[in-house]
């Protein structure tokens, strides 16, 4: 069983940064590919940014191209997501998750296990 642990979220002024972590209970890296993403309220869940299993390759969603860096220590078990020029539409839950390799990045279905989530609130 993994266990997701997010922190890092917050309070954060318009163009300001956050960064989120990911804790995971187990050496995740060596089985799952990794994602964040992002839900907020009376929207769906969208994703946000994933690394490919072998953590070389990351993906992001469009409107966050540019402004975050998702990337991963694997001896800390801990993947990160790094955000810059925060906009007040950023606000929401953040969630990181795990899949396994084979699954698409992009979909949070394809996702096996989910962290509790973390709160991003950008004001304008």
């Known amino acids: 069983q993994v266990q997701l642990v997010e922190s890092g979220g917050g309070l954060a002024q318009t163009g300001g940064s956050l960064r989120l972590s990911c804790a995971a209970s187990?050496?995740?890296?060596?089985?799952?590919?990794m994602g964040w993403f992002r839900q907020a309220p009376g929207k769906e869940r969208e994703f946000v940014a994933a690394l490919a299993w072998s953590g070389g390759v990351a993906y992001y969603a469009e409107s966050m191209k540019g402004r975050s860096t998702i990337y991963s220590d694997n001896a800390k078990n801990t993947v990160y997501l790094q955000m810059s020029s925060l906009k007040p539409d950023d606000t929401a839950i953040y969630y990181c998750?795990?899949?396994?390799?084979?699954?698409?990045?992009?979909?949070?279905?394809?996702?096996?296990?989910w962290g509790q989530g973390t709160q991003v609130t950008v004001s304008s």
């Open positions: 187990v050496s995740v890296f060596s089985r799952y590919a």
């Open positions: 998750a795990a899949r396994d390799f084979s699954r698409t990045y992009w979909r949070a279905n394809d996702y096996d296990y």
